[in-house]
């Protein structure tokens, strides 16, 4: 079992580099592979109700995608504003960068 610390070692070493996709996968009948190039999300817990809020961009040919994310139960899907990042960018910049782009 000499083995098992290297394999225990590289695991560590290489696992955490790796990027994770667990936030679902994009589908177009045009391409096989449709790049989601950035993507900015929001998770609220208050009084036992989850909320999350996800902005992701999907680049490829067509203008027809589908997003499917694993959810644990049928969420309750609605549009949020398009000011939501912008404001909360706004909001949490380091005091006097405020204002400025």
Same mark, same amino acid.
């Given at each position: 079992?000499?083995?098992?610390?290297?394999?225990? %070692?590289?695991? &560590?070493? /290489?696992?955490?580099?790796?990027? %994770?996709?667990?936030?679902?996968?994009?589908?177009?009948?045009?391409?096989?592979? =449709? $790049?989601?190039?950035? *993507? *900015?999300?929001? &998770?609220?817990?208050?009084? %036992? /109700?989850?909320?999350? =809020? =996800?902005?992701?961009?999907? /680049?490829?040919? %067509?203008?027809?995608?589908?997003? /499917? =994310? +694993?959810? +644990?139960?049928?969420?309750?899907?609605? +549009?949020?504003?398009?000011? &939501?990042?912008?404001?909360? $960018? *706004? &909001?949490? $910049?380091?005091?006097?960068? *405020?204002?400025?782009?």
């Amino acid at each position: 079992m000499r083995l098992r610390p290297f394999v225990i %070692g590289f695991m &560590l070493a /290489v696992l955490p580099a790796l990027p %994770g996709f667990g936030d679902g996968k994009a589908f177009s009948i045009a391409v096989p592979v =449709v $790049q989601t190039p950035d *993507q *900015q999300a929001l &998770l609220v817990w208050h009084e %036992g /109700v989850e909320t999350l =809020v =996800v902005e992701t961009n999907l /680049v490829g040919e %067509g203008s027809e995608f589908a997003w /499917v =994310v +694993p959810t +644990p139960s049928v969420p309750e899907v609605s +549009p949020a504003t398009k000011g &939501l990042f912008p404001t909360l $960018q *706004q &909001l949490t $910049q380091p005091r006097g960068l *405020q204002g400025r782009r």
